[in-house]
T-cell receptor, first 113, second 110 residues
Framework: NAGVTQTPKFRILKIGQSMTLQCTQDMNHNYMYWYRQDPGMGLKLIYYSVGAGITDKGEVPNGYNVSRSTTEDFPLRLELAAPSQTSVYFC????????????FGSGTRLTVV | TQLLEQSPQFLSIQEGENLTVYCNSSSVFSSLQWYRQEPGEGPVLLVTVVTGGEVKKLKRLTFQFGDARKDSSLHITAAQPGDTGLYLCAGGGGADGLTFGKGTHLIIQP
């Protein structure tokens, strides 16, 4: 099983550029999440989805957008990249209750210059 | 807002030593999970504890959930270099899923 697949692994953007971080899971999980991880700051929730067609904001949603058209895919869109968005981004999925835990992708390291 | 404080933030010990790391909160959680993250990878679930006072063992790792379900500890016996990583605790029961602590960076020196 592939689990949660994120692409790309690394990306350098110029200020003001846009990009989409891709996330796909093959476990038929209803819940999916996007986090950013910065040194010493832990994992911050950007957006999450409890099922296809449903998304909601997390702790740090500004500058990002998401969509959930299928159960498998949960892309994260950066419209106007800013240096503050330099971070490592993780996508995760779960069955829907905390008891099962999250399955994380291997991350996308994004640098905005 | 539920917060989880992990301590110590950094820990470097010699192979073969024992260690304990802590995860504390003023909030009650419905469950508590521990993850390990290696450089360049996402966190990987180690264990979930759900009952106050619960103790779970995973080979040389022992996890305990506090009686009041506000804290947890991870004890490693005879640490090995392969135990090196970032250990994250996460509390369940929030409206938007798990609340993560900032982690303990553990280095086991050969």
């Amino acid at each position: 099983n592939a689990g949660v697949t994120q692409t790309p692994k690394f990306r350098i953007l110029k200020i003001g550029q846009s990009m989409t971080l891709q996330c796909t899971q093959d476990m038929n999980h209803n819940y999916m999440y996007w986090y950013r991880q910065d040194p010493g700051m832990g994992l911050k929730l950007i957006y999450y989805s409890v099922g296809a067609g449903i998304t909601d904001k997390g702790e740090v949603p500004n500058g990002y957008n998401v969509s959930r058209s299928t159960t498998e895919d949960f892309p994260l869109r950066l419209e106007l990249a800013a240096p503050s968005q330099t971070s490592v981004y993780f996508c995760a999925s779960s069955h829907g209750t905390d008891l099962y835990g999250y399955t994380f992708g291997s991350g996308t390291r994004l640098t905005v210059v | 807002t539920q917060l989880l404080e992990q301590s110590p933030q950094f820990l470097s010990i010699q192979e073969g030593e024992n260690l304990t790391v802590y995860c504390n909160s003023s909030s009650v959680f419905s469950s508590l999970q521990w993850y390990r993250q290696e450089p360049g990878e996402g966190p990987v679930l180690l264990v979930t504890v759900v009952t106050g006072g619960e103790v779970k063992k995973l080979k040389r790792l022992t996890f305990q959930f506090g009686d009041a379900r506000k804290d947890s500890s991870l004890h490693i016996t005879a640490a090995q270099p392969g135990d090196t990583g970032l250990y994250l605790c996460a509390g369940g029961g929030g409206a938007d899923g798990l609340t993560f602590g900032k982690g303990t960076h553990l280095i086991i020196q050969p």
